[in-house]
């Protein structure tokens, strides 16, 4: 292991489960697995490669403390270069989409999903086959909302992650590799 290199213990299993209590498969993955994180390469492509905020903030001569204007995030959009990533509209939590919900929560899969107490301003949305869920998330800073979506197709054996117009193709489950990697 190298100096500032971080060890993950992960657990990971898999269950099948078509009726409540009703196991059909279990699957053990990895069990107590040391994972050492990989170094990631942050070339996004973005126009500002090394932006910081605070350093922006300071540059603007807008206080740390206070509240962007709508002016003012347009403009931190502009310097980052993701405008065109952005939808031109936000979501919007109050939307029949969202709402109502309980907890953040609304579901349109007809299966019971445990489902925990969102702490962020956002709304999310269980889809009806029960392996989407698709979020309206408000970012104060920006004065918009964003949408995200994340899909696991079980039957194609994908999943598909989006922010907004940033969406990622279909990532293929069958090629990732699982299990424990030798960092020794």
């Not at 952005?86 to 609304?106: A, F, L, M, Q, T």
């Not at 800073?141 to 193709?169: A, P």
Request: charged share 15%; aromatic share 10%; hydrophobic share 35%.
């Amino acid at each position: 292991m190298t100096r500032n290199q971080y060890i993950f213990n992960v657990d990971f299993n898999i269950s099948i489960q078509f009726d409540p209590g009703l196991k059909i498969s279990k699957y053990e993955i990895l069990q107590n697995a040391s994972l050492a994180q990989p170094f990631c390469d942050w070339n996004t492509g973005f126009r500002t490669n090394e932006f910081s905020l605070n350093k922006w903030l300071q540059d603007s001569k807008i206080p740390t403390t206070d509240v962007l204007t709508k002016p003012m995030a347009s403009q931190l959009i502009e310097t980052l270069g993701i405008g065109n990533l952005i939808d031109s509209s936000s979501c919007e939590r109050s939307h029949s989409k969202y709402s109502p919900s309980v907890n953040g929560w609304k579901s349109e899969c007809p299966l019971s999903v445990l489902q925990t107490i969102l702490e962020i301003p956002a709304t999310c949305v269980i889809l009806s086959h029960c392996t989407a869920i698709d979020c309206c998330v408000d970012v104060d800073l920006l004065h918009r909302s964003l949408h995200v979506v994340f899909d696991l197709n079980v039957c194609n054996n994908t999943f598909t992650v989006g922010i907004d117009k940033l969406q990622l193709e279909p990532i293929n489950l069958t090629n990732i590799e699982y299990g424990l990697y030798d960092f020794l």
